[in-house]
């Protein structure tokens, strides 16, 4: 039997559903600062984990396969790992539930939800609170792959015109699709810009000062890729200036966002807790029953991210 090691910190979620998902594997987890001194580590090929532990690579001379338990890869990327080991990444339900947040927060907005509930709380009745439209306002997806598609399809249901950001132009039958560089001179135009891009040395600091120069006040910037897409400095100034109308922000380059932040209590920046893409034992392991399913069989895995590109 083949071993896979979990090293997670939800180890005690994820073994039971993965035991049943391949019986055929023997699975034994641990918590990322419990690591146990066990002969059993080292006989193990397979690894599925978030972040590395430091010094676990040494510990699994045999290591032949990583699982990722979520979809970005940056923390992985940067890690001496072997090129022959197969490092592989689960979407799980992130399209959907990305979806349904970007959909939340702007449409939160559009119906003007916090003026109503103010106006609610001096029993004040508020007329002329009505909702925006936005037919035919431009959404912009930045990195349309399989959660940035979706993001684009919920925001077409609510009547916005999409398009798509990629890194390698390919023709879609579905939404216009740009060039990463051509973001800028859309934005002026633009009702919202959606970030799910991977963390990538071109995606760093994507929206600097730069970029948000070419934004307007009416413009909302939803992240739900990585913080560091984001230059947090030149984002305050672009809103404190009127280049940016509000950000919406679930991942930040620091995560818990510090207490000191800034970001906490400025009126037009929502904060929420990195939950736009809640990874659970029932989303991810749909997504790498296949190369579990390889792995027990000594198959190879397939869909391995490509290091050099970062994702
Ligand atoms: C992920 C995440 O990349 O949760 O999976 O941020």
């Known amino acids: ?32 600062r419990g690591l146990p001194d066990d002969p059993w580590l080292a006989d193990a090929e397979g690894l599925f984990v978030w972040k590395l532990p430091p010094g676990l690579l040494q510990r699994m001379p045999r290591l032949a396969w990583i699982q990722n338990s979520g979809a970005g890869m940056d923390h992985l990327v940067g890690e001496a790992i072997p090129p022959s080991i197969p490092i592989t990444r689960a979407d799980g339900q992130f399209g959907y539930w990305m979806a ?35 037919t035919g306002k431009l959404a912009l997806v930045y990195g349309f792959g399989r959660i940035g598609r979706q993001i684009g399809r919920a925001l077409r249901e609510l009547g916005l015109e999409v398009h798509g950001f990629v890194r390698t132009l390919r023709a879609d039958g579905e939404f216009p699709i740009h060039a990463g560089r051509e973001l800028g001179p859309l934005l002026g135009a633009a009702r919202v810009l959606v970030l799910c891009a991977p963390l990538t040395a071109e995606t760093r600091g994507l929206v600097d000062a730069g970029l948000l120069a070419q934004g307007n006040a009416g413009l909302t910037l ?9 230059v947090v400095p030149d984002l305050l100034e672009a809103l404190d200036q009127g280049r940016l109308g509000q950000a919406v922000l679930d991942v930040f380059p620091q995560e818990p966002l510090e207490s000191g932040s800034p970001l906490w209590d400025h009126p037009k920046v929502v904060v929420t807790p990195h939950h736009s893409g809640p990874s659970t034992p029932g989303a991810i392991i749909p997504d790498i029953i296949g190369n579990l399913r390889r792995f027990a069989e000594g198959l190879p895995i397939l869909d391995a991210v490509d290091r050099g590109l970062g994702y």
């Open 1 to 32: 039997m083949r071993k896979l090691a979990v090293i997670h910190h939800r180890f005690q979620d994820y073994l039971p559903a993965l035991r049943e998902a391949e019986p055929r594997l023997e699975i034994r987890g641990w918590h990322p």
């Open 100 to 134: 349904r947040y970007t959909a939340a927060h702007l449409l939160s907005e559009a119906q003007r939800i916090d003026e109503c509930r103010a106006a609610q709380g001096e029993r004040r009745w508020a007329p002329k609170l009505i909702p925006e439209d936005l």
């Open 222 to 230: 939803v992240n739900v890729g990585r913080g560091e897409l984001v």
